[in-house]
């Protein structure tokens, strides 16, 4: 089925598009970022729930999301309507989103158990809506552009307004918290705050949206089953996904550690936070166009990699911050952010160049598969990253508070929040690139596959050489021929 003209080509998309496309970055930004800063100190210094116990409440609802994003994925696939496939999810989701985040901080049981189990529920109901929202999101870049060079600047402007999404809400959520004076009513305030700036993003990315291409949104494999398999034997994309998910394990335990590093390594609870992420993101912001110079000269998978080694360094540079004067700590800081930019800007678009192999490979455009099973991989990514910090505290004796304000805790505990804020996430990232040795997509190689080279038919009785192939409605057949070409590259066959 045509959503409506499918791509564009090398005079690439307009502006409007590039920056309403970039808003939904508010959404998924804020979601990924106050969860991952505050759920887990708001558990154990606010609702007193021990830590091993915050860490696997934080874990188990956005563990749920690996089998929920597929699902998302494959429902979008199939979805017609006069909007598109994917943008009917950005504004249902993303609404559904903003009012069940604000629920989370509600606290309407006080502290204790119970307290603890009413944010496991809020927040395995705020997940669900997430990944009804995220999967549709991410898949539309390969559906809005068939041009290589164009994804990345897509990805470029993204990544900045996500830069600018995780500075207001992690920088500016703890301020709001503690101007409504902490504790549960801070935390209250904070969650219509950020819930308002999900709603902005949602609604602007809709908008923002509603004159681009949607691109081609062909007939799917029968069952989600069929559509995993054909996911797994994408070998560049497995590659990909492997490392990305290790890697937001390690970003989500920095994050997680954030307010009990300025805590009990800085010192200062109430305005460290804050410094911490302003030097996180602003040189993200910064260097954003930066990035996109190195990824043109060094090609999206070194590029990759030089920034994922840069985070890693950062990180186990900071070990030292116990004995470094604090602007030291901050620049530091600032280096991981340098990193962490680049490392998002180029998974993100090395994502769709995965979408447009497999749809070479297949003759079949499955966006919403691979971006389900993406988009799962990052959440689950992002929830371990809690549950590793988590577990960290729990193996070295930090002491739960109930009153919003960090108790004591002994050395030991301290030196648990330094390593797990700085030495165990450099690990993550930095060995994640070892991961990648099987990515081999280039330019080249996609340009001799992409669907934009060959003549359409309106219908193909399936691939060649493949006589009992289903029939797939408005394939590529100049594709579906290409695809033998992946053989002499050392990939898979030619069908599913």
Known sequence: MNASPGGTGAAGLPRKVHAGYALGSLATGAFGTVPGLLLLPYLTDTLGVAAGMAALLVLLPKAWDVLVNPVAGRISDRTRSR??????????????????????????????????????????????????????????????????????????????????????????????????????????????????????????????????????????????????????????????????????????TILAGVQYFADQILRDPTTGPTLLFLCFVGPALVVMPLWSRVGARLGKLAALVAASLILSAGGLALVAAPVLPAVVVYLLVAALGVGYAGQQVFALAMLPDCIAYDTARTGRRQAGVFTGLWTA??????????????????LTGYVSSTTGTAAVQSDTARLGVLLGFTVLPALLIGLATLLLRPYDLTPTLLSTLHPSHAPTTPDVPGTPGTPDAPRVSGVDHGVVVRANAIKSHGKGTTTP
């Open 83 to 252: 909007w598109g496939a994917r943008r009917p999810y950005l504004l249902v989701g993303g609404l559904a989103l903003a009012v069940l985040f604000g629920s989370i901080f509600a606290a309407p049981f006080g502290a204790g158990p119970a307290a603890g189990a009413y944010v496991a529920i809020a927040f395995l109901a705020t997940a669900t809506a997430f990944a009804f929202f995220q999967v549709p999101y991410v898949a539309m870049p390969a559906e809005l552009t068939d041009d290589y060079a164009e994804r990345t600047r897509m990805m470029t402007w993204r990544i900045a307004v996500l830069a600018l999404a995780i500075l207001v809400a992690g920088a500016v959520a703890p301020l709001v918290r503690d101007a409504a004076g902490g504790g549960v009513p801070g935390h209250r305030w904070m969650g219509v705050f950020v819930a308002a700036l999900i709603a902005v993003g949602v609604v602007g990315a809709f908008l923002g949206t509603r004159s681009a291409p949607q691109g081609s949104v062909g007939e799917s494999e029968p069952s989600l089953r069929a559509q995993l398999s054909v996911a797994g034997r994408n070998r560049p994309f497995r590659a990909l996904l492997l490392c990305f998910v290790v890697q937001s394990a390690g970003v989500a």
């Open 377 to 394: 991989g990052e959440t689950f990514g992002l929830a371990l990253g809690p549950g590793i910090f988590g577990l960290v505290l729990a």
